[in-house]
Every structure is written in C-alpha cells, then in structure tokens.
C-alpha cells in the first residue's frame, strides 16, 4: 500500500510540474507586455470613472474624504477624465459633470481664473486654471457647457500675464517666489492657449525659455510644491514642445528627455525616480503615469514596447475599487498625509484616452 501510495503521488507531482510549466507566467487575466487588450482598458476605464464619480459632493467638488486643499483642482482632473469616457451618454445630460462645473463656476474669480481650492478669495493658480481652460475647451467643443466662449476668454488672460521673459508665474499665493516661475508652469500654459488656438504674445521666447529651463539629466526639476518628481512638470513641457515642433527644431530637448525617460522606466514597465526611495510622497502607479504621459510626447509610438509594457503594468495594479493609488501628497509636515488617487485615477484615465485615440 505505502509503495502504491508513493507512485500515485510521484504520477500527480509530475502531472502538476508539467501544467505549472505550460501555464505562462504572470497574471493569465492579463496580456503580456508586448500586447494590448483594448477590451480591458475599456472595462478598467468604467471602472475608473465610476469610482471618480462615487466621490462627488453634493456641493458638486469631487474630493476623497474630507481634504479639501485641492478641492478646485482634483474637480477639475476628475472631470476632464470623465468627459472624456462619456462616448455614449451626452455631458450636457450628466448630472455629475453638470453639479461639478457649477462648483467651478462658483470659484473663480473675477478675472475668470481659479485657485486649486476655493478657500481664498481673488487668488489664482495658473497650472490649475490652465487645466480649467482646457476642460471648457472640450465640453465647448461637444456643446456639452452653458459657458459659450469662456475657455477662450479665459484664454486670452491667461495670454495677458506671459512674461517678457517667455514664462508664466503661477500666482498662487502657496507657492514662494523663487518658485513662482517653475517651468511646469509656462508648460501647463501654453497647452491651455494651444486648446483654444489662441497664440501667446512670444511663442518662441516661452519655447527657448524651456528649452534653457531643462537640466543636463533631461528633465526640468523637482520640487515638493509641484509633486516632488521630475515627470510632473515634464508632463505639460513635452506635450507643449512637441506641439510645436513643427519643424523638428526642437528634437534635442525632445530626445534629451527620452533618454531619460527610458533610463528610469524599470522592465516590468513602471517609472521610478522617487517613489521607490521614499514612502511619503508619489507612488509608483503616479510616477508612472506621469512618465507615460510624458513618453507619449517623444515620438515614442503607441506600439512601443515601452509605452505598452506601461500600460500593461497600469492595469495590473488597478485598485479594487477601481482607482489607482497616488501616494500622497509630499509635505513637508508628515501629518497631513494627503492622498493623491484622484489626481492618479484622472491621469490615467486622461492617458488611456490619448494612447486610444493616437493609435
């Protein structure tokens, strides 16, 4: 008996080695890092947006929890992610899309523009008011917005306040003034202008200006009051170059950054410069989002093994109820743990629509 024993479990041991060898390694719900299924992306998507919606307020402001500090600006994310999966449903007949544009109606100021909270009274932040142009710009576009022309009102302020040295200060009265000219700022800009084909007073002082601003690692700085990573500011930077870059003149700032950009991608498709450093501050899944985002505007095509092993990784680290984890936001006093899943869900979302729609 104990010898027939033995040989039966011998014969499972191996039946079991052979299909453990034949099964593919990895997740098997989920493609392998050289293809795409775009059936999941639009599965994961719907997941996506109905957690970002679940989150709206009845004052319209989609928050998670009770941080409001970002009240205005994590709105407007979350609305530019799901105004842009409304592929059926028309936005004008959204009541989330509808209450939320209401909130942001209400924090402007008088010049039109809006602070990334609604807690201080005729204060404005370029890079979120950039982000609100371009969300009008879109609903504008879908007759999806009461506010017929704003995101081009608002536009040609923003034009107004360019410097004379071709850059933008964000305004904000959070941010210090040696800050006040980050170059994610002119970035953020010049994509609000591009949106509403409105042309900045110096097109090529913004654009030298940037060009001069990028380091000899290839990317433009970092620092906690602008996320704490590189790939934040290089998000709106190389999506601006690369819009203009019409002529190939600006190719060296272009592959200077996707050197880098390649350099810290790791294999399984994630981006890291800080996040596997530090545990306060953006996670892996927003650093990568950002480092995809801003991969997108290298010539890097929507085949690429590195822009496909990205999303790949993205969808495998989707969070159970449908959003991707942020990190938090890196200040400086650890006890304010504020998380940034919005901000990541959003952008995730923003860059699926774009890799969808550039294919």
Same mark, same amino acid.
């Given at each position: ?42 599965q ?22 009770? =941080? ?32 939320a ?9 008088s ?20 982000? =609100? ?12 917005t ?25 305004? $904000? ?21 591009? $949106? ?10 913004a ?23 590189? =790939? ?7 999506k ?24 810290s ?16 501050g ?19 095509g ?20 449908g ?24 952008q ?6 774009? =890799?969808?729609?550039?294919?």
């Amino acid at each position: 008996m104990l010898r027939r024993f033995n040989t039966k479990s011998t014969y499972l041991l191996i039946l079991c080695l052979l299909v453990f060898c034949l099964i593919p390694s990895g997740c098997s719900n989920y493609p392998e890092n050289d293809t795409i299924d775009e059936d999941l992306i639009y599965q994961s998507a719907q997941r996506a947006v109905n957690y970002l919606k679940r989150l709206q307020h009845d004052n319209g402001q989609i928050i998670l929890d009770s =941080y409001i500090i970002f009240n205005v600006w994590e709105t407007i994310q979350a609305v530019r992610a799901i105004s842009l999966w409304q592929n059926r449903t028309d936005p004008k007949q959204d009541p989330v899309i509808q209450s939320a544009l209401t909130f942001l109606k209400n924090s402007e100021t008088s010049s039109g523009m809006v602070l990334h909270n609604n807690l201080q009274q005729n204060s404005y932040c370029i890079e979120t008011s950039s982000e =609100y142009i371009q969300l009008l710009a879109f609903l504008e576009a879908r007759n999806a917005t009461e506010q017929h022309g704003a995101a081009r009102e608002k536009a040609l302020y923003m034009k107004s306040k360019q410097l004379p040295s071709g850059a933008w200060r964000i305004e $904000s009265p959070e941010i210090p003034e040696h800050l006040q000219q980050f170059p994610s700022v002119t970035g953020f800009a010049l994509e609000a202008l591009a $949106s509403t084909n409105t042309v900045p007073l110096d097109l090529d002082a913004a654009l030298q200006y940037l060009r001069e601003s990028q380091n000899e690692e290839g990317h433009w700085g970092f620092v906690w009051q602008y996320y704490g990573t590189p =790939y934040y500011a290089m998000v709106p930077i190389l999506k601006s170059i690369h819009y203009h870059n019409t002529d190939n003149f600006f190719n060296d700032i272009i592959n200077k950054a996707k050197i880098f950009l390649l350099a810290s991608q790791s294999e399984d498709g994630s981006f890291s410069y800080k996040s596997k450093k530090n545990k306060i501050g953006p996670s892996l899944e927003l650093e990568t989002i950002l480092g995809l985002r801003s991969l997108l505007s290298c010539n890097v095509g929507c085949d690429d093994i590195y822009i496909k092993s990205g999303i790949n990784w993205l969808l495998r680290n989707q969070e159970g109820d449908g959003s991707w984890n942020g990190g938090t936001f890196p200040l400086p006093h650890q006890q304010n743990k504020k998380k940034e899943d919005i901000f990541c869900t959003s952008q995730v979302l923003i860059f699926l629509y774009e =890799y969808l729609n550039k294919k």
